[in-house]
């Protein structure tokens, strides 16, 4: 459990790193300083239907977070439910997957990287999965829309964002998605294809 000093350092970071005022009250409007011990009972089901994994580090010690599109299968979650150890709670909504998204990003700052004003996140996103990821993209869309737009407004930029295994038809997606991210984001943005286009420049960034 981080210290009192800890979280605050953290979000005092995010603050200055951020829309200043306007985050903080973002964040007390959606009780985001508590987003970590607040109680989760469709986790699994979020986890299940947005999987983002936390692995090791960059050169420079950065949190480096992985994602797959591809996979992301919202309609898996919402409306299932209530879970069994709570029966009382209603079924999942886009709100509490949007949220446990949030939580994710609020681990991989306050969790792993305490406050560290030097360190950030790389972030890999693989994008394999052809026609399909361009389907789930747009079935989806609200659930991105939302994500790119909170992280963009209330979080600061990645240090780092790597596009892998990007299809031909990723130029649709990205057109969309540029439009709704940071331009900070954007220009900190690489594109690659398969592995012959994006193992070295990642291996120079990740150990």
């Known amino acids: ?25 973002w964040r007390e409007a959606q009780n985001i300083n508590s987003i970590l011990t607040e109680g989760k ?11 983002r994994y936390l692995h090791k580090r960059s050169c420079n010690g950065d949190v480096v977070c992985y994602e797959f ?4 299968n919202l309609d898996a979650a ?26 994710l990003a609020e681990f991989a ?20 999965g ?9 079935a989806n869309r609200e659930m991105y829309r939302r994500t790119f737009r909170t992280l963009s407004d209330h979080y600061p930029p990645v240090r780092r964002l790597f596009v892998i295994n ?6 649709t997606v990205w057109a969309v998605v540029s439009q709704i991210l940071d331009p900070e984001i954007v220009a900190r943005t690489s594109i690659h294809g398969d592995a012959s286009d994006y193992l070295g420049p990642l291996s120079k960034v990740i150990d």
């Not at 599109?69 to 992301?72: A, F, L, N, R, T």
């Open 1 to 25: 459990m981080l210290s009192t000093e800890e979280v605050g350092a953290f979000r005092t970071r995010w603050l200055s790193a951020s829309k200043g005022t306007a985050t903080f009250r």
């Open 41 to 51: 009972p469709h986790f699994a089901l979020c986890a299940r239907a947005i999987p």
């Open 69 to 72: 599109p591809d996979q992301v």
């Open 78 to 103: 919402i409306g299932a439910g209530p879970p069994p150890q709570a029966p009382s709670q209603p079924a999942c909504t886009l709100d509490d997957c949007f949220r446990h998204y949030l939580f």
């Open 109 to 128: 700052g306050v969790v792993l990287e305490r406050g560290n004003p030097e360190r950030g996140i790389v972030c890999v996103i693989d994008m394999t």
């Open 130 to 138: 052809g026609l399909s990821l361009v389907q789930r993209f747009f």
């Open 166 to 171: 990007a299809p031909a038809l990723f130029s």
